[in-house]
């Protein structure tokens, strides 16, 4: 965890000053972009609103393809990542929440301190999530078991495969060093710091205009990259509805991907929001 957490994040405090001089082409940037979204979608899509939640049903095909393009984030095995955020529900910003940043207190040293934590210090932590406890359905199910062993695979392949791409379209060994470092690397991070907001900014800083446990918030500035995951004050009050970002311009790009899979039959039973499934919620404001 310490190698997949922490060279991507060293490799994205060089991205700056490299860009600036050398390094970075459109074909960097279109890859990038590409795996980000593979890989972005395969962790809200896939390991969250899915896996997690539960928030549609997918065919066998799917099933699979999301569990590995989930696996290309480098953010741990499928079932680690499923069973600790089930924890995190369960516990929602109490004792035994896995990432809370409000377990030091509400005073602004704990809350700087429960912040780091939230944000990437929990990963360090030895409190383990118990798999059995919390993904004993994917335990059962063998080729997630499968998928989820081969997590070192496929990191290597979420890192050298835009390496493979950069190098056969530039012929060159310098454009695939390129594309490992700005779709490799810096793309991972990328993912990896806005997938950790929702754990950190997401649960301290926005908007509560629906009552959830814990104090889980909207905000809109992460909505882009976040594939709508930062809409987390409705996922907190409802978190097996499929899309999170409801309101007028609340941009949901994880919802529009169900709804395109719905479309072409490869998932289906989709817990949409409707009016009687809202009118539940009570409203704050």
Request: charged letters at 15%.
């Amino acid at each position: 965890m310490y190698v997949f957490t922490l060279i991507p994040m060293l490799a994205l405090a060089a991205a700056v000053p490299l860009a600036w001089g050398w390094g970075l082409s459109w074909l960097d940037v279109g890859l990038a972009v590409g795996f980000y979204l593979l890989s972005g979608f395969g962790v809200t899509v896939g390991f969250h609103r899915y896996l997690t939640h539960r928030g549609f049903r997918a065919n066998e095909g799917l099933r699979t393809g999301l569990a590995v393009a989930g696996s290309l984030a480098m953010q741990g095995d499928v079932i680690g990542w499923v069973a600790d955020h089930r924890r995190h529900h369960a516990y929602t910003d109490k004792e035994g929440d896995p990432h809370s940043p409000w377990i030091y207190g509400t005073t602004p040293v704990a809350l700087a301190r429960g912040a780091v934590h939230a944000h990437v210090g929990w990963l360090f932590d030895r409190d383990r999530t118990n798999a059995e406890r919390f993904a004993p359905d994917l335990l059962a199910d063998r080729r997630l078991v499968r998928i989820s062993a081969l997590f070192p695979l496929w990191t290597v392949l979420s890192l050298l495969t835009p390496a493979l791409v950069g190098g056969l379209a530039t012929l060159s060994w310098w454009g695939a060093l390129t594309a490992f470092f700005w779709a490799g690397l810096v793309r991972v991070a990328v993912l990896h710091h806005v997938t950790w907001s929702i754990n950190s900014i997401c649960h301290m800083l926005g908007d509560r205009p629906w009552e959830s446990a814990g104090r889980a918030t909207n905000v809109w500035p992460l909505a882009i990259l976040s594939m709508g995951e930062s809409w987390h004050n409705l996922h907190h009050a409802d978190p097996t509805c499929a899309r999170h970002g409801i309101g007028r311009g609340q941009v949901d790009l994880s919802a529009r991907v169900i709804w395109v899979l719905e479309r072409v039959g490869w998932a289906d039973t989709v817990r949409w929001p409707t009016a009687r499934r809202l009118a539940r919620l009570r409203r704050r404001l």
